[in-house]
């Protein structure tokens, strides 16, 4: 058994640690507690051993499940891209499951929170890793069935109704996505995705393959929270608890949305190379989404809801830097995925904290909180600044290659709506950090004490990585972000590396 079996276990481990869990986490006291930690850190372990040592030596690997050679047979690819995602999925992932061994003891039912929390993971490394099409909408699915339970895990009226509200927005876009596939496969007779895009550039595809992307972003645009087909996320974020919200946010969208989008426009479609069309519209919905996103986050007053707007917005830049196809604008993209998910993820594990020991998230309520609870207001406060994109913090770097790449490329109004929308995240987070951490203590908060350690230090670890993030941006950790663009800029060589160099 070749070291390219260790892919299949970025599947499997999370499938069995949910399936383990749902059996003997009832009965055993603290079984999914140690279940999800061990789980957890294996998958981070393995999937930096991926990203520093395996793909180092091996380049392209592909696992070829049951032996078959694809395209007969399933795959899973690991290369420069899907590595990349899988060290921002388990990384952030872990810190989550950190945060929720004491978060989640307020809610009634750890062992299902656990179990499906295994299945979301299970879904994204899926989604990363698989090289077949339809296994890609499976794992799609897996995922979000598992983020519609637990977005409604509360069972209160808000949550059940903003779950359903996600559910059926999910199935649309799901429905989307399997008619492209079902197209695409009627016309290629495969669906290997390395294949397919071999097919697609021999074959007359001038009239399907200009529908197919259409089903496609509509599809993932919905998962991915684009405006315009961001109403579902208003709602599921701030009514799930606060680890899942970092989970749709920091990881879900950006999985099943804007690496299914790269990965299939890019490495099928080809669409850098032939399909400038694709690219404008990538601009304009990310452009878009900028201002947006931010515009409807100033007016609100629930700090979630507030979080959940500035993602659409976030989720703007990245698709923006992607948009523009140049190595640069592409580089911007993904390393605003990485911070993104950092940051992101921070500032919903900071505003379940503040829920958590001042039991309210409405700005108008809350205020000098900074007193009774240091360490939330100091990470908060290096995530505020990251996302407004305030040197020297992660997000700075990110959106300062984004705005260069736009000059670059002579989309001067791109990068002008950038620069606005970061000003106005700016101020946003201002008053976040007035309204929540700032200001005279009020008596009802005056025994409000700190969340507990282990809270503390998924948020703390955040928050470094948040400071020191900007050192991907140089050497020797370049190659992490360069060998994921590398991957997208290559158009075609995804499907030679797959069908001819992968091993």
């Known amino acids: 058994m070749g070291k390219e079996f260790i892919l299949s276990l970025m599947v499997i481990i999370p499938l069995g640690t949910a399936f ?34 395996l793909t180092n030596t091996a380049g392209t ?3 070829k499940v049951g032996g078959w050679n ?4 399933i795959c899973m690819v690991l290369d420069g891209l899907s590595c990349f995602m899988l060290v921002t999925v388990n990384i952030v992932a872990f810190l989550i499951a950190l945060y929720s061994l004491k978060y989640m003891e307020q809610y009634t039912d750890k062992p299902k929170f656990f179990t499906l929390f295994s299945l979301m993971v299970c879904g994204m490394n899926g989604v990363i890793l698989t090289g077949d099409i339809f296994n890609l909408f499976v794992f799609v699915e897996i995922a979000s069935i598992a983020s519609y339970a637990l977005v409604a895990f509360g069972t209160e009226a808000e949550e059940l109704e903003a779950s359903f509200k996600y559910a059926i927005m999910g199935s649309i876009a799901s429905i989307f996505i399997f008619i492209g596939i079902a197209l695409l496969y009627g016309f290629t007779s495969t ?3 390395a294949d397919m895009a071999k097919i697609l550039t021999v074959k007359d595809s001038f009239r399907l393959v200009p529908f197919v992307a259409v089903l496609f972003l509509m599809g993932f645009g919905i998962k991915a929270a ?6 579902w996320l208003a709602d599921a974020h701030p009514s799930a608890p606060a680890s899942i919200s970092a989970m749709l946010s920091g990881l879900l969208i950006k999985t099943l949305g804007v690496y299914s989008l790269v990965r299939i426009f890019f490495n099928v479609f080809n669409a850098g190379q032939v399909h400038t069309v694709y690219l404008k519209v990538f601009m304009f919905l990310g452009a878009l989404s900028i201002i947006v996103g931010v515009i409807l986050a100033i007016s609100q007053w629930d700090l979630k809801r507030l979080l959940a707007y500035h993602s659409v917005s976030q989720v703007g830049y990245i698709i923006l830097g992607i948009g523009l196809g140049t190595p640069l604008g592409i580089l911007g993209g993904l390393y605003h995925l990485f911070n993104h998910s950092i940051f992101k993820s921070l500032l919903f594990l900071n505003s379940g904290a503040v829920d958590y020991s001042a039991g309210t998230r409405d700005l108008k309520e809350t205020g000098g909180l900074a007193k009774v609870m240091p ?11 990251s996302i407004a994109g305030v040197p020297p913090f992660n997000g700075f770097f990110s959106k300062f290659l984004i705005i260069l790449a736009c000059a670059q490329a002579g989309h001067i109004g791109y990068g002008i709506c950038a620069v606005i929308g970061s000003i106005l995240t700016l101020s946003s987070f201002m008053k976040v950090q007035k309204f929540v951490f700032l200001g005279e203590l009020k008596e009802k908060f005056k025994k409000v004490k700190e969340v507990p350690f282990s809270m503390q230090i998924s948020m703390i670890i955040l928050a470094v990585v948040c400071l020191l993030g900007g050192l991907m941006f140089v050497s020797p950790l370049k190659f992490f972000l360069q060998d994921a663009v590398n991957v997208v800029t290559g158009g075609m060589s995804y499907s030679n590396a797959v069908l001819g160099g992968g091993k």
């Open 20 to 53: 383990v869990i749902s059996l003997f986490g009832k009965y055993l006291r603290n079984f999914c507690d140690k279940a999800i930690m061990v789980s957890s850190f294996l998958l981070l372990a393995l999937s930096l051993y991926c990203r520093f040592l």
């Open 61 to 63: 690997l592909v696992y």
């Open 70 to 73: 694809p395209p007969f047979g």
């Open 191 to 193: 669906l290997n995705m």
């Open 226 to 231: 684009l405006v315009p087909f961001h109403a």
């Open 375 to 385: 360490v939330t207001y100091g990470t908060s406060l290096f995530a505020s600044m």
